[in-house]
């Protein structure tokens, strides 16, 4: 009797297709390995580097030239009132002087080092050249009378705004505190605009700043996704505004 040869089964399916070949355990093996690894790889739209500004630095060794700076932090933070800031309106101002004001601030943190919303009001100055630490924001006096959701931050983060999934908030006349970097002494700046920018934008309950810092020393810009922290009133004499006590002050001052 004539022997037959054995017809491969044909078949789409590849484990079918290889078992029907009779191939050597060891070819086996190969295959399927190498099917496995091809299921590891991640597509390259899913990996993500860490948010990042391209930060340059007068004199600094490790930003002399514009460099991408990796963000440890990058934080949203929103206090409507600073309990025990004790401001009063003052004499020669619109109000009746002697009227309690209350104090908001605004501010976004970021930072070369990992912190998170309770940790960012402890962040001590950087100890060197590639640490950083930058707070931009705004801080607005308001008599209780009118709540804070008269004021321009109020309008967009008070619980009964508008809208809490998309929202677009362009601060003007923002204060910034830049430390580190190589930085001799920290860089303390009011009244910012024009070329310096810090936009929030929301949407599908995601925050992200954009930001332009131009001070003659540092220029720092990006597009930075941000973690929203609690809006809540804290206390002065738990934990240091962002912005600093100078610029509770401040806003006294402007009212």
């Known amino acids: 009797m004539p022997m037959r040869r054995s017809v491969p089964v044909r078949t789409s399916d590849p484990w079918l297709y290889l078992i029907s070949q009779r191939r050597t355990s060891s070819t086996l093996t190969i295959a399927c390995v190498a099917i496995a690894v091809s299921l590891l790889v991640v597509p390259s739209d899913a990996r993500q580097a860490a948010p ?9 060794t490790a930003y002399a030239q514009p460099t991408p700076a ?8 929103v206090t409507p009132s600073w309990v025990g800031a004790n401001a009063k309106t003052l004499a020669g101002g619109s109000e009746v002087p002697g009227q309690t004001l209350f104090v908001s601030e605004l501010a976004v943190v970021l930072s070369s080092r990992k912190a998170d919303c309770m940790s960012a009001f402890a962040l001590g100055a950087p100890d060197n050249d590639k640490d950083f630490l930058i707070v931009a924001g705004r801080t607005e006096a308001y008599l209780p009378r009118r709540d804070w959701k008269s004021t321009v931050v109020g309008k967009v983060f008070a619980a009964d705004a508008a809208d809490k999934d998309k929202n677009h908030l362009a601060v003007d006349h923002f204060s910034v505190n830049i430390q580190g970097g190589g930085l001799k002494k920290m860089i303390s700046k009011d009244g910012l605009g024009g070329s310096s920018l810090l936009v929030l934008d929301q949407k599908d309950g995601q925050w992200t700043a954009d930001v332009a810092l131009k001070t003659g020393d540092v220029d720092a810009a990006g597009k930075v996704p941000l ?24 806003a006294v001052q402007r009212y």
């Open 227 to 250: 973690t929203a922290c609690s809006v809540e009133n804290r206390s002065k004499n738990e934990l240091p505004p962002l912005l600093g006590e100078n610029r509770i002050t401040s």
């Open 70 to 77: 990796p963000l440890g932090a990058a934080l949203l933070i």
């Open 52 to 60: 990042a500004l391209t930060l340059s630095i007068k004199n600094s």
